[in-house]
């Protein structure tokens, strides 16, 4: 069985739950300082935000090594490869904060307390961001592209999704799916998600020129 099934689980949470290695994985993350697992998630909500290309490994692995962290290298990829699954799975889902820690405390009972705040906390901030980044990512490979429109915006109360005064950027996109029928789809980013995803559109672009 694979370590982090997607097929043929009743749902991809309960797939973890069937992982053979799993508690052997969430017992490692409890060797991690808070502090050093706060970036790690970090990292890796970036990455599904679209703010940067991947997850460095390496980097992350010395920094673990100069703090004393007892995890060789594969043991760090097995945690970044379970916690970019479960944040996939939470953002598919549209997960609040308190069910993703629920859905992680059902799947381990060896998730230390610390651990999962520093879960809630990342995911009550950033989870519904990772969500409309990765909808988006979705859209944008399935159908056709109809029209699309875009403002700029200022938060002007605070929530789970926005600091206070922060700019965003409000997307509206029509697309026509295979079935023939135009669907409208809307969320929001943030400057430097938009600006990563025209630097994106740019891109191909700059490959549709040269065909």
């Not at 508690?23 to 940067?52: E, K, Y």
Request: with cysteine.
């Amino acid at each position: 069985m694979p370590l982090y099934p997607e097929a043929g689980a009743k749902s991809e949470m309960r797939g973890i739950e069937l992982s053979p290695g799993l508690d052997r994985i969430v017992a490692n993350i409890g060797q991690v300082p808070p502090d050093l697992f706060a970036q790690t998630c970090q990292q890796i909500a970036s990455q599904l935000q679209g703010c940067t290309q991947g997850v460095d490994v390496t980097e992350i692995h010395e920094t673990y090594q100069k703090a004393g962290v007892p995890l060789d290298y594969e043991a760090l990829q097995e945690i970044i490869k379970l916690l970019s699954f479960d944040f996939r799975s939470a953002a598919k889902k549209n997960l609040t904060a308190e069910q993703l820690v629920a859905k992680l405390s059902q799947s381990s009972s060896v998730w230390n307390k610390s651990a999962l705040q520093v879960v809630h906390k990342l995911w009550s901030e950033q989870g519904a961001l990772v969500h409309s980044y990765q909808e988006a990512q979705i859209m944008m490979s399935v159908g056709q592209l109809v029209d699309v429109q875009w403002k700029l915006g200022m938060a002007v109360s605070s929530d789970s999704c926005r600091s206070l005064n922060s700019p965003y950027v409000s997307m509206l996109l029509k697309i026509a799916e295979t079935s023939g029928q135009i669907s409208t789809k809307c969320f929001e980013m943030t400057v430097p998600q938009f600006q990563n995803l025209f630097r994106q559109f740019k891109e191909i672009a700059a490959v549709l020129e040269t065909v």
